[in-house]
């Protein structure tokens, strides 16, 4: 019977193959085989190739999709229907598995342990309504962890969420964030759907779920990029498949789809290869009915539910592309991410005046959540207004109340940005997990005027409030030992053992903690450079204003660079260079005004900015400076760190710039350099003479001299930098 009923299988020729269509034709007297159904061929040299039938053509022949490349299939070679459509494999044993569409596994750790196969594709199962439980048993909110969608879009068990963005916006690191914070807190299962997307995604995702311990809670499914389209559309409904069998074991499942506008895409070729005229748009006619019969599968039943996360590109930033329209019409949260903030520097890129939630409701959220998100929305959306105004006239012309809104929403801004833990390793910042109820704490401080004192830049890159430095405006620079324990490169444990031994050796801190070997010089160095940037942060006028007033651009000229600014996000300065309304030097003299102008007189003699002396040195180029500031203000580092990161400057370099900007500083009642090294007898005095009248012919730095004449160490410079540092500090608090 066996032999007979394999004998009765269809048995058809490849006739053609066009790319990753093939078309197989089958004697008269056998009957086609059924849409969907799989026929197996193979290639030339025995690999197996999986065909899917998609219709049926005259001459007895099916048009078939193929599942992987049709490379070196001959003419003529048979074709054997298989009698079932593409069947996976379900179940626990999934967990912790990569498969392919067709559920067999590409991880190279031999067979699935899975008893049970399913089709993926089915007729849709009706709801059998139980009168005796109430229809709605109330929402049950999915703690992320990340603020800015915890607030305004919260997750709902059994809903479908998406984010929505063009290329390089985030939307990858988006989704593996949420798997990373909700896996790990959620006692569900996971899978993950990989559609379309590159294999280097793929394969960091699956590393990071080692290193993070999760491997065993997820079930992944791939059909990247470099698979044919075939692949690449049914993977969906593989891993929905997957997904559906876990919530009818009871489990609620977190199902994660990267990204869904490839299915559509991939549709899109399918439709053109097979011959089929496309709707006016440019896409395939049944784009919406292939949408439903994925999306509908995603719902909760009795004892279980599938909460979908979308990840959806959007060509060319365009959100009113077609196939973007169709998906988001299905999904409850539209998270739309905005190119402009990530020039920004401000990630999340979520932009919240385009982004949506329908549950971002009383009834689901409470009273609380939803005045607090209301109200954020509302001084953001004030923002909007506000920005425009500024760039013309400036924000010190605005009437006080509208400026309160301007600095609070910039507040809101900053603080609703986040580091995330899967980014850490490109970041230098560890990631962070705020609970709900700390964001709602923080969001009601900053709108009620709690934190209006607080530097907007306190803010950035946080977790909840209570972990941000609260200096108020005007406070006196903090101590080396205070930044060392901050940035947790130092325990408070050592930074009292330095000082014990301080006080028995009267040597700098700086230099007690490198001869103890709790930092290095490098590291030294670069928290001295922040030290002395956290003394220059004071609220600064705007550049435009200053170029204005000193006539070095028209008001005219102004308005064209901003208006191009608002197109490309380039920085004023930059863009004022490039149209060739100012130098490198205007800009220059415009940030010293700034700094004049900064404290309360124009007139005073402040210490220049560590950037200033570096472009009057010729040691870092203008345009490079725009690019480190930039950078900096993205990443919150010093200045001279990010300087040395990018290559544009040596530490040696580095060293005796701060060198001259202390030197600068002398004119408050600190000591001059020469006069510590000689009363430290590291210095005679015939040679300090001999080094001044060096430093005269040459203009250098006198540090820089006597290290070259031999009169001191490299070292030794650098403990006398140290301790002049931590006498001017200590003089400004005194």
């Given at each position: 019977m066996e032999q007979q009923a394999s004998q009765l299988k269809p048995v058809g020729r490849v006739v053609a193959i066009r790319g990753p269509i093939v078309d197989v034709?089958?004697?008269?007297?056998?009957?086609?085989?059924?849409?969907?159904e799989i026929l197996e061929t193979q290639t030339d040299d025995g690999q197996k190739i999986h065909l899917e039938v998609a219709e049926?053509?005259?001459?007895?022949?099916?048009?078939?999709?193929?599942m992987s490349s049709t490379i070196?299939?001959?003419?003529?070679?048979?074709?054997?229907?298989?009698?079932?459509?593409?069947?996976?494999?379900?179940?626990?044993?999934l967990f912790s598995r990569l498969t392919n569409v067709m559920g067999d596994p590409i991880d190279r750790k031999g067979e699935i342990q899975a008893s049970l196969r399913r089709p993926i594709r089915k007729k849709a199962t009706a709801i059998d309504p139980d009168l005796d439980e109430p229809s709605h048993k109330g929402y049950e909110i999915l703690e992320t962890g990340i603020k800015m969608i915890d607030l305004l879009y919260p997750l709902v068990k059994g809903s479908r969420s998406g984010f929505l963005g063009g290329a390089g916006l985030g939307k990858s690191i988006l989704t593996l964030e949420l798997i990373h914070n909700i896996v790990e807190r959620h006692q569900g299962?996971?899978?993950?759907?990989?559609v379309g997307e590159r294999i280097r995604e793929g394969n960091e995702l699956y590393y990071e779920l080692m290193r993070t311990n999760l491997l065993d809670k997820v079930v992944m499914v791939f059909g990247q990029m470099n698979e044919p389209p075939g692949a690449r559309f049914e993977v969906i409904l593989s891993g929905i498949t997957m997904a559906e069998q876990l919530q009818?074991?009871?489990?609620?499942?977190?199902?994660?789809?990267?990204?869904?506008y490839r299915f559509c895409q991939a549709g899109s070729e399918l439709s053109t290869?097979?011959?089929r005229i496309p709707s006016e748009t440019g896409y395939q006619p049944t784009l919406f009915s292939e949408m439903a019969e994925f999306q509908e599968r995603i719902r909760s039943r009795r004892g279980g539910s599938i909460t979908a996360i979308e990840a959806v590109f959007m060509p060319g930033d365009d959100p009113t592309d077609p196939a973007v329209v169709c998906i988001f019409s299905y999904l409850d949260s539209n998270m739309v991410?905005?190119?402009?903030?990530?020039?920004?520097?401000?990630?999340?890129?979520?932009?919240?005046?385009?982004?949506?939630?329908?549950?971002?409701?009383?009834?689901?959220?409470?009273?609380r959540h939803f005045g607090i998100a209301t109200e954020v929305l509302k001084v953001l959306n004030k923002y909007e207004e506000l920005k425009r105004i500024v760039m013309v006239i400036g924000v010190d012309e605005l009437p006080r109340s509208d400026r309160t809104i301007y600095e609070r929403a910039r507040k809101l801004q900053k603080f609703l940005t986040q580091p995330f833990f899967v980014g850490a390793a490109y970041t230098g910042k560890k990631g962070e997990y705020v609970p709900l109820v700390d964001t709602l704490a923080s969001c009601e401080k900053i709108l009620s005027g709690q934190l209006d004192e607080v530097p907007e830049e306190n803010l950035y890159m946080i977790g909840a409030i209570r972990s941000a430095p609260r200096e108020p405006k005007g406070q006196k620079p903090r101590r080396l030992g205070e930044l060392l324990v901050e940035q947790k490169q130092l325990t408070e444990e050592q930074i009292e053992q330095a000082l014990a031994r301080q006080e028995i050796t009267g040597e700098p801190l700086g230099a007690v903690l490198v001869q103890m070997g709790f930092i290095t010089e490098s590291n030294l160095v670069r928290v001295l450079s922040e030290q002395l940037y956290r003394q220059e942060k004071q609220p600064a006028r705007r550049l435009g204003d200053l170029l204005i007033e000193s006539k070095v651009v028209t008001l005219e000229q102004m308005q064209r660079a901003l208006a191009r600014q608002k197109e490309t996000g380039e920085l004023l300065g930059s863009i004022l260079v490039h149209m060739g309304y100012a130098t490198g030097t205007d800009l220059m003299k415009a940030l010293f005004v700034q700094r004049a102008h900064e404290g309360g007189a124009a007139e005073a003699k402040l210490p220049r900015r560590l950037g200033e002396i570096l472009v009057e040195n010729k040691l870092v180029?203008?345009?490079?400076?725009?690019?480190?500031?930039?950078?900096?203000?993205?990443?919150g580092e010093p200045l001279g760190a990010v300087l040395v990161q990018m290559g544009y400057i040596t530490e040696d370099h580095l060293v005796k710039a701060l060198s001259e900007q202390i030197r600068d500083q002398e004119e408050r009642p600190a000591r001059r350099l020469g006069n510590i090294l000689v009363e430290k007898r590291l210095v005679l005095p015939e040679q300090l003479e001999i080094a001044i009248q060096a430093q005269k012919e040459t203009g250098e730095l006198l540090g820089s001299v006597l290290v070259r004449m031999g009169a001191i160490t490299e070292q030794q410079l650098l403990q006398v930098l140290s301790e002049q540092l931590d006498r001017a500090a200590l003089e400004i608090e005194e």
């Open positions: 034709r089958f004697d008269v007297d056998t009957p086609l085989p059924p849409i969907h049926h053509l005259e001459n007895h022949r099916a048009k078939c999709i193929a070196g299939i001959p003419r003529n070679t048979q074709a054997v229907a298989t009698g079932s459509p593409i069947r996976v494999p379900v179940g626990k044993g299962s996971c899978v993950f759907i990989g009818e074991e009871g489990q609620d499942v977190l199902l994660f789809i990267d990204n869904v290869l097979m011959g991410l905005s190119r402009e903030r990530v020039q920004a520097g401000l990630y999340p890129a979520i932009d919240p005046l385009v982004s949506s939630s329908v549950h971002l409701d009383t009834d689901v959220v409470g009273e180029m203008p345009e490079q400076m725009e690019k480190a500031l930039a950078w900096q203000k993205s990443t």
